[in-house]
Structures are given as C-alpha cells and as structure tokens.
C-alpha cells in the first residue's frame, strides 16, 4: 500500500486536501468517489511505503503502453453515446472506472484529470499524444469549438473502423504467403542441413560417383552447415546497419521512393494513402475543420517520406491560391480517379461527398487489387517452393536410381 496526496471536491463543491491508502492510484481515486468526494488530483506520496503502488508493481515496458486502434475506437465509440445524456467529466469517469485493462484505465484518468482541471478535451488528450494522435485531436477540438461533439465522435469511430479495416486486409494479404514462405524456408534448411547429409554419406562411403545435381545440393548443404551461423550474423548486421542507414532522411527518401515503383507494393502503398486522405478529409470537412489544418496534420501522420513531401507540398499550393485537385495532378502520385472526383467536388460545392465516394471506390479497387496479387502470388510461392523442395528430393533419388542401374547391369 501506499500514501496517496489529493485535492477533491466534496459535495458541497468546496476543496478538501488529504491522504488515502491504496495499491494504486486508480484505486485511491476509486475510494475518494466512495467517500463522495470528487478527485482533481491524485499524487503518490514521495515518501511513501518502498515497493508499494502502481509504480513499483507494474513493469517498466508498461509505463509506455498505449491504447491500441481497437481500444481507442471503443473509447470514441463509448465516449460519443455518454455524452449525449451526461457531462463530459462524468462520462470519462464512468469509461475509465469499467475500463478492464489497467493501461486503459491509466491513461483515461489522466484525460479525465485533465478536463476538470479545466482543460478543453482535446487539450487533456494532448497529455498521452501516443494514444490520442494529432489528427485525432484537431477533429475533437473542431467538435468543441462547433458544439457537435456526439457527430464528430461518431465519425471518428467510423474513420477508425474504417482504417483498421483496411489495415486488417492487408496484413491477411500478406500472412498466409509469409507463413508459406516461412514453413517452406524451414523444410529446406532442415533437408539441407540434416537429411541429406545423412543420406548422402552413404553413398560417399561406396566410392560411387555421384551425379552433378546431387553434388551440387551438397555443396550447398555443406555451405549452410559450415557458414550457417556466420551468414546469421552476417545477416543481423546488414539488418541493424540498414536500420542506421534509415535514420538518415536522404537514405530514407531513397529506399520509399524505390518502394513506390515496385510493380505491387508502389501500387498498394498509393492507393493505401489516396484512400486514406480522401476518407480523413472528407470527415473534416464535414466537421467544419479548416482544409489546409487537415491536409497538413495527415501529411504528417504519412510515414513514407514521398507520399509525405507531395501532400505537403498540396498544403503550400492550396495556401498559395491553388485548387486542391490541380495541386494533386502536379503531385504526380495520386490516382486520377481522387484527382477528377475532387475537382468535381470543387466545381460543384460538395467536395466532402465527393471525397467520401473516391475514398470508398479506392477501397473497392484495394480489395479487388489484393485479392488478385493474392490468388497469384500463393501459386507462385508453391510452385517455387515446391521445386526447389523437388529438387532436393531428386538429388537423393538419383544416386539410388544410378546404384539400382548398376546393380541390373
């Protein structure tokens, strides 16, 4: 246990000072609103009892944690239907005292610190800004400066399922040709390094001469076996060295620019970020948030660094006077489709709904793209697994064979 400072509000609104017992700081504020008494702030005694408390028993990694795409969208989701029949503070009150998990419910008493201290929400959530993003934040602020709050936080839910939905598709895309690729690789070090040195030793042993095929597999068996480890090391190496060599954003602009012009994933990576610009500014438009104050906060939030640079550089043409469909078709990196629809929104006023349906028929032509990637790419990786396996197993047939030839003969 230990000693924990706080200063509430009792019922009467007044301020009261003291100190309460507890393991936790969730639990001392838990035994405050017990005693009627509404926390403001709620500080672990420096003097406290050693190796009690939340800071004590909880291990280091956790003191980063933050709350997760799921985690959060619960949140906004939850947060949305409160606050249209109770007061912000008690809604965050009532979302982090069921919160289940302790992280959750750690950061979520600190917004709600926040707010009845008199900060803005969107201000307190600017306190945890790994779990409350920059994007995330302008829209809340935007919500509280327009009075429409319950909407805003609506459509942020539906942005998030929205974007965790597409992430989600992707990573299917992608794990079951990683896990065959993986289960593959792992059955041919294992015939390379164990079976057919096993196998072959045998027919060594008969002074027979082996066939060129076979003594090519050993060879490379022999190569693994011997250099193994340091072709491990050689390859953690060139990983953490290419790590360093990314920190550098000259390096970096190389190696996504490199990306973008791959055949599949420059494709996937475009529409991926096309989709994804035209759904957030389509929802801040409606939300009556300032374009060029999207547009600067997505791009910034772009983790490739040349999709990054051509949406910041439609920020500077927008500022300058320009149109945001012209400043995309000078960018050179965007689907025509988003460029022709936008500039119909422009043309017509309703640049948010046009936005809305790119956004939706890029994310159509996403699936269809990956599916399609998909039902070729899983052959492929069969069909070359399975000959290099094939292989394999020929280079130990054909010395049986040749022996069995020589036998009859």
């Not at 319950?150 to 989600?168: H, S, Y």
């Not at 990683?178 to 027919?203: R, S």
């Not at 090519?216 to 068996?221: D, K, R, S, T």
């Not at 965007?334 to 043309?347: I, K, Q, R, W, Y």
Request: proline share 4%.
């Amino acid at each position: 246990m230990s000693a924990f400072d706080y200063l509430a509000l009792d019922a009467s609104g007044r301020e009261c000072r003291g100190d309460v017992a507890a393991a936790t700081e969730e639990q001392a504020r838990a035994l405050l609103l017990q005693r009627q008494l509404l926390p403001l702030r709620v500080q672990r005694r420096m003097d406290g009892k050693a190796g009690g408390g939340e800071d004590a028993a909880r291990p280091a990694w956790q003191w980063r944690r933050h709350l997760s795409t799921k985690e959060l969208t619960l949140f906004t989701r939850q947060l949305a239907t409160l606050i249209a029949v109770s007061p912000l503070e008690e809604a965050l009150r009532s979302i982090a005292s069921q919160a289940d998990r302790p992280h959750v419910a750690a950061t979520l008493w600190r917004v709600h610190a926040g707010v009845v201290e008199g900060r803005r929400l969107a201000d307190a959530m600017a306190i945890e800004p790994r779990s409350f993003p920059a994007l995330y934040r302008a829209m809340v602020a935007a919500g509280e400066g327009s009075g429409a709050m319950t909407e805003i936080l609506e459509r942020l839910a539906d942005l998030q399922e929205r974007q965790a939905l597409v992430r989600g598709k992707v990573m299917t895309a992608l794990a079951y040709p990683a896990m065959l690729t993986l289960t593959a690789g792992a059955i041919i070090i294992g015939l390379m390094t164990y079976v057919i040195p096993k196998v072959v030793e045998q027919f060594t042993q008969m002074g027979q001469t082996l066939p060129l095929l076979t003594r090519m597999v050993i060879g490379a068996a022999d190569f693994l076996t011997d250099h193994g480890p340091a072709l491990l090391l050689g390859i953690l190496f060139g990983a953490i060295g290419f790590g360093r060599a990314m920190r550098n954003e000259t390096v970096h602009a190389r190696v996504d620019r490199w990306l973008l012009g791959l055949p599949l994933l420059g494709r996937l990576q475009r529409d991926l970020h096309a989709a994804r610009l035209a759904r957030t500014l389509s929802t801040m438009i409606d939300n009556g948030m300032p374009l060029l104050d999207g547009l600067a906060i997505t791009g910034r939030t772009v983790r490739n660094r040349v999709l990054r640079a051509a949406t910041l550089q439609i920020v500077d043409s927008v500022r300058e006077g320009g149109s945001l469909s012209a400043a995309m078709r000078r960018g050179g990196l965007f689907p025509p489709l988003l460029v022709h629809m936008t500039a119909s929104g422009e043309t017509s006023g309703q640049l948010a709904t046009m936005l809305a349906r790119a956004a939706d028929y890029l994310e159509r032509e996403f699936d269809a793209y990956t599916s399609a990637a998909l039902s070729l790419l899983e052959p492929a990786i069969i069909i070359l697994m399975g000959g290099v396996i094939g292989t394999i197993v020929l280079s130990i047939l054909l010395p049986i064979l040749q022996l069995n030839t020589v036998a009859l003969s």
